[in-house]
């Protein structure tokens, strides 16, 4: 064999090697691509489900919040109208004029009277407007006298120093208790919540 068959012979199978190693380069080629393009595809679909899932979260939280203002802002109203049904019953309240005013006071103050029977002097107070009434109503029992008035929507409050007792039966004092007593009644008629 001559040396330039040998050389030809070498060189055949140096290109047939390298052509060995560029088809396997070509084909790893292939295959990191098309794993790296998987891979995007996967990287793609997860990134959309977790886009799904924040705008999802992002969605219920908005509404909850809403749904909370709006319950926020129901109380409030329901809060206002409470508020003015009650300034409307205290503005009839102190109203009550005549026979309904005295008679209304005379119970509360009867109903305050046993717990002073030991006292010797025992001043009752009320709305400056009801100051002729109380003196009339205070004649009817010994030691009791009309003392300064109070800030009230009328009834009466009895003290006596020497026992150093007080008791608030005014207007106000009754509209509280029955206020408190029946405001869930108040709530359930105003708001139809049956």
């Known amino acids: 064999m001559s040396l330039d068959t040998v050389v030809e012979d070498i060189r ?12 396997e380069g070509e084909e790893r080629a292939e295959q ?18 977790e886009v ?3 705008i999802e979260q992002e969605r219920e939280q908005a509404l909850s919040s809403a749904k909370l203002e709006a319950k ?16 409307d019953v205290e503005e009839e309240v102190a109203g009550l004029e005549g026979e309904r005013r005295e008679g209304l006071t ?18 009752v107070r009320g709305r400056a407007d009801d ?27 009895v003290e006596s120093e020497g026992s150093r007792v007080r ?10 208790e029955v206020w408190e007593d029946n405001l869930r009644a108040i709530s359930e008629r105003l708001f139809e919540e049956r």
């Open 72 to 87: 926020q802002e129901r109380l409030e109203a329901r809060r206002e109208l409470l508020q003015n049904v009650r300034e």
């Open 52 to 54: 799904e899932r924040t």
């Open 12 to 23: 055949d199978e140096a290109r047939t090697r390298a052509e060995e190693i560029r088809a």
């Open 131 to 157: 100051a002729d009434l109380l003196e009339t109503i205070c004649d009817d029992y010994d030691g009791f006298e009309a003392g300064e008035p109070v800030d009230c929507l009328g009834g009466v409050v």
């Open 106 to 123: 005379r119970t509360l103050l009867e109903a305050a009277a046993p717990e002073f029977e030991d006292a010797d002097t025992v001043r």
């Open 32 to 49: 990191i691509v098309d794993e790296a393009e998987a891979d995007a595809e996967e990287i793609e679909a997860d990134a959309e489900q």
């Open 167 to 176: 008791v608030n039966n005014t207007f106000d004092s009754v509209l509280d």
